[in-house]
């Protein structure tokens, strides 16, 4: 196994972590520290949207936006649905509805997954 393999594995492990923190033990706050410990252990776009998810959770929305924001303006993920998918739920709970289902529509486009996409525009349909 070489560098890149533990690399990744790392980045897929990162997420389990932080969202297993934060089932656990319900402390945003840790799964925030957690998020943050993977991107400076293995830097990726990848990592770096689930910190914002955890953010959002700690700190609110407002400030997970930011780190989404500046994912999106650095093109670290191009054409993945995650990042409109982590972008419209944030909008949607700072109550700017019309973006986030603009959102929400442009993450079902870009997922492969049929069940996936149609959860989404589910979603979307319900923020008018």
């Given amino acids: 196994m070489g560098t890149a393999d533990v690399e990744a594995v ?6 389990r972590i932080v969202a297993a923190l934060t089932r656990f033990t319900g402390d945003f706050g840790l799964a925030e520290d957690a998020a943050q410990e ?15 998810v955890a953010v ?18 650095a093109n670290r993920l191009p054409g993945s649905h995650l990042v409109p998918t982590v972008r419209g739920e944030l909008l949607a709970r700072l109550g700017r509805r019309p973006e986030a289902r603009a959102e929400l529509e442009l993450a079902a486009r870009l997922g492969a997954n049929q069940r996936e996409r149609s959860v989404l525009l589910r979603k979307a349909a319900t923020l008018g």
């Fill in 56 to 73: 959002a959770m700690a700190s609110g929305p407002a400030r997970a936006l930011a780190i989404v924001d500046e994912l999106i303006a």
């Fill in 10 to 15: 790392w980045r897929i492990e990162s997420a």
């Fill in 38 to 52: 993977a991107v400076a252990e293995a830097p990726s776009p990848v990592v770096d949207l689930n910190r914002a």
